[in-house]
């Protein structure tokens, strides 16, 4: 049956479309909606995006915004817009942080203010200091408790199979385990080994297995079992994952016995290229060797805060310590700030990334980016001065003139404390000595090795010595323990040393406890750094600088550091020989002096010269309301970040 349409009246298909509205009922519209939908609506096409950008609207939606938030002390809105604010950018900050979790801010205890007066500041302020390391990450919390943690991150290698070319679900291969049917981790660890290999069908039905590490960008977007992990505080996920790294070895032991293709795969295929290469460092291998992580990149912290793609680990590790040591509900509150010490070539993308995640997503109240030398220079309470910072892994140099940081002075070597247990351990194995192969190199990086360890003024005295080198035994925790986790206790401090047994080897050491050091110290070049970050250094400056030779740094523990620092720059500059003066501080582990010095730094006023942009080498002060208004335009040479 055909339809008549001779009864019903004809469509006009001249309507007007949403393009024919006018301009000003266009932006009435507009004015109803909320921040975000505006800038949705901004990315839809370029008619549209004309009315995003209207200066009125955007005042408006921060008046409409900021108005309902009791929790912010903004200046009013003439004066913002005298002082040439952003208010489109005002808004997508202030709607970011307010729909992260509700914005709602605990008052101050002491002013009864959701912000903070200045005098509230100078007097209540609660600093919480993280310095970052090679091998430890030194926290300082409100209540002046100083905690440490290993600056190490784990991220899981995703498990594929090349044979259907998919990725295997560890939500369902991991919750699915029979080795891991009971809740409680203890049970798992005190498991034998050979009751550890997992029998999931999933997994084992698959005979093309192989490992490969995860995108960058892709790390905050994993499901959970996928996401980055702490080895130290994370032992039920970790010995998960170590148990499925048995299973896969056991499908290539299997497969082994099989004709080609499977038979003539190589190790290679089970541990590809690490793409995460550039990001460890010799604590990071050497923990993956002694555990067996074949399926875990081991990654430092601190070397990603020198790359911008890799901020993804950065803020993973982060999350971790603020979880870890409870400490968001303290950053949050009004007379809070936290002191984050700021390595010398930390680049300003990275900064950006690091302000948006901590104000946007953590909500901290306040913020200050201080450079390490300046926070040693607190320290000793000098403003110039030659500070050396000799760690784990690098070796710095700075020159600091009258408080500020002359970073093209700056000189930094791969060096460390590290290098001498290497050094140690290359020469157990040079003597043959029958332990050799189970002391590693983080079992020698102990405080009880260190202690024996020196660096001699006449290295050819100690050769000659009538009675010959003194020989010291040692007793090291080696590789031998028990269960999947064996050895991981050293780096564990009290988290979980009484959940597994060690078994400690002699080590017997005489001349290598002053050789390793001395070849550390020959890599390193300390007096020549000294001497070319001081080159051409003005005459005003140059008393203070050599009188104040500040050092720290775990490895300048080690015994006769400053008296033969102090002689080879005699020998190296005998013009300034009368001044010289290496000046360690007298109390505390140097490897924490960094985190005291940072505790030492004073809150500056509010809103205090905002519109000036950041000299590089001094502190970077800013507050929520600062970052909510003037975003990171301080930071100099910044360019465009997209988002995470």
């Known amino acids: 049956m055909e339809l008549d349409v001779s009864h019903y009246p004809s469509v006009d298909h001249r309507q007007g479309t949403l393009f024919d509205i006018p301009e000003e009922i266009q932006l009435k519209i507009m004015f109803l909606l909320e921040p975000m939908d505006i800038l949705a609506l901004g990315r839809t096409c370029r008619f549209f995006a004309k009315y995003a950008e209207n200066e009125h609207l955007w005042r408006y939606q921060w008046y409409k915004l900021s108005s309902k938030l009791p929790w912010f002390n903004f200046p009013p809105v003439q004066s913002l817009a005298e002082l040439g604010v952003l208010f489109k950018d005002c808004c997508r900050r202030l709607w970011s942080i307010v729909c992260s979790d509700g914005g709602l801010y605990p ?98 039905s698959h005979t093309g297995l192989e490992y490969c590490s995860q995108q960058l960008e892709q790390l905050p977007h994993q499901q959970q079992h996928d996401r980055p992990l702490c080895l130290f505080c994370e032992e039920y996920r970790t010995n998960r994952l170590l148990c499925e790294k048995e299973m896969v070895m056991s499908t290539k032991v299997k497969m082994s016995g099989y004709s080609q293709p499977y038979s003539s795969i190589s190790e290679e295929s089970f541990n590809p290229y690490n793409a995460f290469m550039p990001l460890t460092n010799g604590y990071c291998k050497d923990t993956a060797s002694i555990l067996g992580a074949e399926n875990l990149d081991l990654l430092s912290p601190l070397i990603a805060l020198e790359h911008r793609e890799a901020f993804p680990v950065v803020r993973a590790f982060l999350s971790h310590i603020f979880t870890q040591f409870k400490m968001i509900d303290e950053l949050q509150r009004p007379n809070a700030c936290l002191v984050f010490t700021e390595p010398s070539n930390l680049p300003l993308a990275v900064k950006e990334h690091l302000l948006r995640y901590l104000f946007e997503e953590l909500q901290i109240a306040r913020l200050c980016l201080l450079p390490k030398a300046l926070a040693i220079s607190l320290l000793f309470e000098v403003e110039t001065c030659i500070v050396v910072d000799s760690g784990a892994t690098n070796t710095s140099v700075w020159v600091v003139l009258e408080g500020k940081v002359d970073t093209s002075r700056t000189r930094t070597v791969a060096v460390g404390g590290w290098h001498v247990s290497q050094f140690l351990k290359q020469a157990l194995t040079w003597k043959d000595h029958k332990d050799a192969s189970v002391a590693t190199i983080s079992s020698l990086d102990a405080s009880n090795v260190k202690q024996k360890c020196r660096l001699s003024l006449n290295l050819s005295r100690e050769e000659h010595r009538a009675s010959g080198p003194r020989t010291e035994t040692l007793h090291v925790k080696s590789q031998r323990g028990r269960g999947p986790m064996r050895g991981r206790g050293q780096y564990m401090g009290n988290q979980g040393e009484g959940r597994l047994e060690y078994e400690y080897t002699e080590v017997n050491l005489s001349s290598e406890l002053y050789l390793a050091p001395e070849m550390m110290y020959a890599s390193l070049d300390l007096a020549g750094m000294i001497m070319e970050a001081t080159k051409d250094l003005p005459s005003q400056f140059l008393k203070d600088c050599f009188s104040h030779i500040l050092i720290q740094g775990g490895n300048t523990d080690l015994q006769g550091f400053v008296p033969r620092l102090s002689c080879d720059l005699r020998e190296a500059m005998p013009e300034h020989s009368a001044i010289i003066n290496v000046c360690p501080y007298p109390t505390g582990n140097h490897s924490w002096n960094t985190a005291m010095g940072a505790n030492m730094a004073k809150v500056p006023n509010k809103y205090d010269d ?21 975003g990171s335009h301080q930071l100099t040479e910044l360019g465009d970040v997209s988002e995470m």
């Open 610 to 630: 905002v519109l000036r942009l950041h000299e590089p080498g001094t502190p970077f002060w800013i507050s929520r309301e600062e970052y909510i208004l003037f």
């Open 107 to 204: 008052k101050c205890v002491h002013c009864k203010e959701y912000t903070c007066v200045q005098s509230c500041l100078e007097e209540w302020s609660s600093k919480i200091v993280l310095d970052i390391g090679g091998k430890l990450t030194w926290m300082i919390n409100a209540n002046f408790g100083l905690k440490k943690h290993m600056s190490m991150i784990a991220v899981p290698k995703l498990l594929r199979c090349y044979d259907c070319d998919s990725i295997i679900d560890r939500t369902r291969t991991q919750a699915h385990c029979d080795c891991h049917s009971q809740a409680d981790s203890s049970c798992i660890t005190s498991a034998r080994p050979r009751d550890l290999y997992c029998k999931n069908i999933s997994v084992s």
